[in-house]
């Protein structure tokens, strides 16, 4: 019998399967097509937003402010500040006064005299960790006057408005630092809980001084106990001083590049540091990171040096020399540092700006601001700058999105604060402002990689099981079927 394969409805099955496989090929290869370029498009994506992270910092400069009370005798600018919303600044100056302006015009919005014992001037400034609005000033008395800032923000017909103010949380009265009255050349604070450390330098006599409050739980009685804490004096004056923030170390710099650290539990001298490796350098500015856990340092030759205790092999704690950055040849003359990053800024005396973050060890920008130097304030979000130049205000916005992204941050071992040697951690947040983001990828790519490895080893042997039980067993049984 003959099968005839041209009747038409057998062409009309063969035309059905013809277009069938042409539109299932335009399908396949369209679809291959979209997955390409949706592939691409992937890329391109992750690029755009990667290549951001490893950009640097950038400055615009506003206009310069003349404001009136800068003209006049406003006295020496020991401190300025800025509060949250870039709209208030602060000035110390060593007059004795607290002049709060307004920063987008520069007008005068308060002045608050401070409560100085009659003949005794401002000799010395020092304020708590990076984030604290405690200040203490030092007094040409031997005392010190501890104050803080604050700005109530309210909304009186649906209008915001910032008043500044000034409290006192220890009293009005200066507290005795020096007991033979001599000028406080140096002074810094430091409050853990219910506990304030003072402790201040008259040339290279240091003191300092605990308080400790209490409260009565049955009369709500508030008791204040003082405490000296003798240490062994120093040999060089002092040029600076910083608090651990758990009152646990005490950073004397003095000399021209030297730190004594002395441990407060103990009561001692922990070690004697040099600070600059070249020998004709001198440190000229210095700053605590936010969390008072690590030192920065800027010398005479433009160097800047981040610092923090670790431990030894053999146990014993030291301040370790952890990363170096380079500015250019002029002294740094100031160094402020941000209150929510490990990141700082910093001036030299040729009146340029740099901005840097210590633990992707990253040089964000070098720029000229001002024609030299002066006295800068870093706004709380680290988007403003302020400097002081003479006789004018240089407004500046900052915009440095991601500094503590860098390829050694990511890849490389990196030296985190409170650990003994650079390792590899991938820790990217934690509950509070002082953490520092531990970014490696090290450890995740290494994990994925061990998870792989150790899945392969299961399914390997399994597949390769598989395969040989169907080509093998199988296929007999297959093969019978079909000749049946």
């Known amino acids: 019998m003959r099968i005839d394969f041209n009747t038409p409805e057998l062409q009309r099955k063969r035309r059905i399967r013809a277009l069938k496989d042409r539109l299932t090929r335009w399908y396949v290869l369209v679809g291959g097509l979209a997955v390409l370029a949706a592939i691409t498009l992937i890329f391109f994506y992750l690029a755009y937003v990667v290549v951001p992270l490893f950009q640097g910092a950038s400055l615009t400069s506003k206009p310069a402010l003349e404001p009136a009370w800068l003209q006049q005798d406003a006295g020496k600018p020991l401190m300025i500040a800025l509060e949250e919303q870039n709209l208030v600044g602060m000035r110390v100056s060593d007059k004795g006064q607290a002049l709060f302006f307004d920063t987008r015009s520069g007008a005068e919005l308060k002045r608050v005299d401070l409560p100085l014992p009659a003949g005794v001037q401002v000799t010395s400034i020092g304020a708590d960790q990076p984030g604290s609005p405690l200040v203490v000033l030092g007094l040409s008395n031997g005392q010190v006057l501890v104050f803080h800032h604050t700005y109530k923000i309210t909304y009186p017909d649906n209008k915001k408005t910032i008043t500044p103010a000034i409290d006192y949380p220890y009293g009005q009265e200066p507290i005795a630092l020096d007991e033979q009255g001599r000028a406080l050349e140096h002074v810094s604070l430091n409050v853990n809980g219910d506990t304030l450390l003072l402790t201040g330098s008259a040339g290279a006599h240091l003191q300092v001084l605990r308080l400790s409050r209490s409260e009565n739980m049955m009369t709500g009685e508030v008791s204040n106990e003082q405490e000296r804490i003798d240490l062994p004096q120093m040999t060089e004056p002092v040029k600076q001083i910083f608090v651990d923030p758990r009152q646990q170390w005490l950073y004397v710099i003095n000399g021209r ?221 297959c093969g019978a079927r079909s000749s049946r």
Not at 279 to 285: L, Q, V, Y
Not at 407 to 420: C, H, I, Q, R, T
């Open 257 to 477: 590049a030297q730190a004594d650290v002395f441990s407060l539990r103990e009561r001692s001298l922990n070690g004697r540091y040099k600070l600059a490796e070249d020998g004709n350098a001198e440190i000229t500015a210095s700053a605590q990171l936010v969390g008072g856990i690590s030192l920065i340092t800027g010398d005479s030759k433009g160097v800047l040096t981040q610092w923090f205790m670790a431990r030894d092999p053999d146990g014993e704690q030291h301040l370790k020399r952890i990363r170096d950055f380079r500015m250019g040849d002029s002294p740094i003359v100031q160094i402020d540092a941000e209150e929510r990053r490990k990141g700082f800024i910093a001036l030299d005396a040729s009146g340029k700006l740099g901005v840097f973050h210590s633990t992707a060890h990253r040089t964000l920008l070098i720029e000229q601001v001002v024609d030299g130097p002066g006295i800068l304030a870093l706004s709380p979000r680290a988007n403003r700058v302020f400097i002081e130049d003479g006789s004018k205000l240089q407004p500046l916005s900052l915009k440095n999105p991601h500094p503590e992204v860098s390829f050694s941050a990511l890849w490389g071992k990196v030296w985190y604060e409170n650990y003994d040697e650079p390792k590899y951690v991938w820790q990217s947040t934690a509950s509070n402002t002082d953490f520092e983001p531990k970014l490696s990828l090290s450890p995740l790519t290494f994990g994925t990689l061990k998870a792989a490895f150790y899945a392969m080893i299961l399914a390997a042997p399994l597949a390769i099981a598989a395969a040989i039980y169907t080509a093998y067993f199988m296929a007999r049984a």
